[in-house]
């Protein structure tokens, strides 16, 4: 991957279009800054996949609760700058609140239930509409051909799928793998939260995916894994939201009985460890 060190950086909408080659296929990579090495690879695989990069840096309000961090989140948009330059971003949107809601945006984006309302959407109300409003209309911004999101964030990226499907956005969605840390720790911004003891037991979330997997391939009943997983989280000090399998495609609890059910399925898990929340999830078929 070659280093480029003229990216620009925008801050307004009209800017943001004035600045981008229409000419060129056009990538996308949406995120909220504080970037590590997971947001680079969806840099990278954007620069195999388009012609043009554009990424967003954005903490999004609209997306936290009340209670949430959106206040202390990490920004750190001058080390970030640097990071998507070296990475050979070609174009930085970094509006402020002001650029990117100028009014109060009365007009929402509201995913359907059967997808809002479970997982995260149960313990976080709100959080994807909120998130489908921000990426409504940051693609309405840039408009791409393509966007590439992680898969860290399954239900928020099967979401944003099925959103760019039903709205019939000339937009591919490209999903990238999670990026991990040598100890199976998934990456992510909130990581950075974690003191030294609670970074050292974190993977154990990851861990706790892996055996949920085996024990499900191994034949053992869904309902026992996932409670045998919560039982142990709990009993190393975590808090956790969920443990569950659930089929890859849309979500749907899996049952083992259904014919023609599909084999393709992702453990998921949300738990606080100390005062960080995390989130995982892994990929398996049945053989």
Request: with cysteine; hydrophobic share 40%; proline share 5%.
């Amino acid at each position: 991957m070659g280093t480029q060190l003229n990216m620009k950086t925008v801050r307004t909408i009209a800017e943001l279009r004035s600045s981008i080659n229409y000419d060129k296929r056009v990538g996308f990579v949406p995120t909220m800054g504080n970037l590590h090495a997971g947001h680079l690879d969806l840099i990278s695989t954007a620069k195999k996949q388009s012609e043009f990069v554009v990424a967003s840096i954005f903490v999004n309000r609209l997306q936290f609760a009340p209670h949430e961090d959106f206040d202390s989140y990490p920004r750190t948009l001058n080390e970030d700058t640097k990071k998507l330059e070296a990475a050979g971003c070609d174009l930085l949107f970094a509006p402020r609140e002001e650029d990117l809601y100028p009014v109060p945006q009365g007009f929402e984006v509201h995913p359907p239930s059967e997808l809002d309302c479970i997982l995260e959407g149960e313990f976080r109300p709100g959080f994807f509409k909120g998130v489908c409003t921000v990426v409504h209309k940051l693609f309405n911004c840039v408009q791409p051909d393509v966007a590439f999101f992680g898969i860290k964030d399954y239900q928020q990226a099967m979401i944003i799928t099925h959103m760019v499907s039903q709205m019939a956005l000339p937009i591919e969605i490209v999903k990238v793998q999670t990026r991990r840390e040598v100890d199976g720790l998934a990456m992510s911004s909130r990581n950075g939260y974690l003191k030294d003891a609670e970074r050292a037991e974190a993977v154990q979330l990851y861990l706790a995916l892996c055996q949920m997997r085996e024990s499900v391939k191994a034949g053992n009943n869904v309902s026992s894994v996932e409670h045998e997983a919560l039982s142990l989280l709990k009993a190393r000090g975590w808090k956790p939201d969920y443990l569950t399998i659930r089929n890859a495609l849309d979500l749907s609890v899996f049952n083992p009985n259904e014919k023609n059910g599909s084999r393709r399925l992702v453990a998921l898990a949300a738990a606080r460890i100390g005062n960080t929340r995390l989130i995982d999830n892994l990929e398996f078929t049945l053989d």
